[in-house]
T-cell receptor
Framework: GENVEQHPSTLSVQEGDSAVIKCTYS??????FPWYKQELGKRPQLIID?????GEKKDQRIAVTLNKTAKHFSLHITETQPEDSAVYFC??????????FGAGTRLTVKP | DAGVIQSPRHEVTEMGQEVTLRCKPI?????LFWYRQTMMRGLELLIY????????DSGMPEDRFSAKMPNASFSTLKIQPSEPRDSAVYFC???????????FGSGTQLSVL
């Protein structure tokens, strides 16, 4: 099945700095890569996703990049704010298959 | 739509007792997923349904766990008998397309003493 590795496990940045979280996947047939944000005690919520036919996608301060050759994708958060503090999960999905999550990255944005 | 609804929000029980977790997916979503979240293992997929039919239950830890979806608007995850190592947050999620744009419920925090 799909194996998703996520790094780093924890990340601390100063408010206003950028944060980057990276994930690698094992199955070259994977075609959909979402990112979920989970605030403390809350449910995971989708923040951005990308398909394998696209190399980059942006939504305000959040962007995701995909390198299919290297089988890795990254989440970029610019101008970080304290409310960005949360656990972020990447995931990968193969066609006609369910989705598997990375282990998560705990992001702390210091004011 | 109120989103995915799970109950109870918290469950504290003693080892050996039966536990039943409930989920109401978003209307129109054909896929329903049960996930377990722990610090050690992260988000683990236990089982998922398509149109009320269980498709993949390979993530169910052992025979003590069972899940049903009697109709499009209701699913249960049952643990019998429960053990302390079952303590975790159990999330139900639903989606229109397999594994894409999942909407999660608020989760059930289960503590087995």
């Amino acid at each position: 099945g799909e194996n998703v590795e996520q790094h780093p496990s924890t990340l601390s940045v100063q408010e206003g700095d950028s944060a980057v979280i990276k994930c690698t996947y094992s199955d070259s047939a994977s075609n959909y890569f979402p990112w979920y944000k989970q605030e403390l005690g809350k449910r995971p919520q989708l923040i951005i996703d990308i398909r394998s036919n696209v190399g980059e996608k942006k939504d305000q301060r959040i962007a995701v990049t995909l390198n299919k050759t290297a089988k890795h994708f990254s989440l970029h958060i610019t101008e970080t704010q304290p409310e960005d503090s949360a656990v972020y999960f990447c995931a990968a999905k193969r066609r006609n298959n369910d989705m598997r999550f990375g282990a998560g990255t705990r992001l702390t944005v210091k004011p | 739509d109120a989103g995915v609804i799970q109950s109870p929000r918290h469950e504290v029980t003693e080892m050996g007792q039966e536990v039943t977790l409930r989920c109401k997916p978003i209307s129109g979503h054909d896929y329903l997923f049960w996930y377990r979240q722990t610090m050690m293992r992260g988000l683990e997929l236990l089982i998922y349904f398509n149109n009320n039919v269980p498709i993949d239950d390979s993530g169910m830890p052992e025979d003590r766990f069972s899940a049903k979806m009697p109709n499009a608007s209701f699913s249960t995850l049952k643990i019998q008998p429960s053990e302390p190592r079952d303590s975790a947050v159990y999330f139900c999620a639903s989606s229109f397309t397999l594994g894409e744009k999942l909407f999660f419920g608020s989760g059930t925090q289960l503590s087995v003493l």
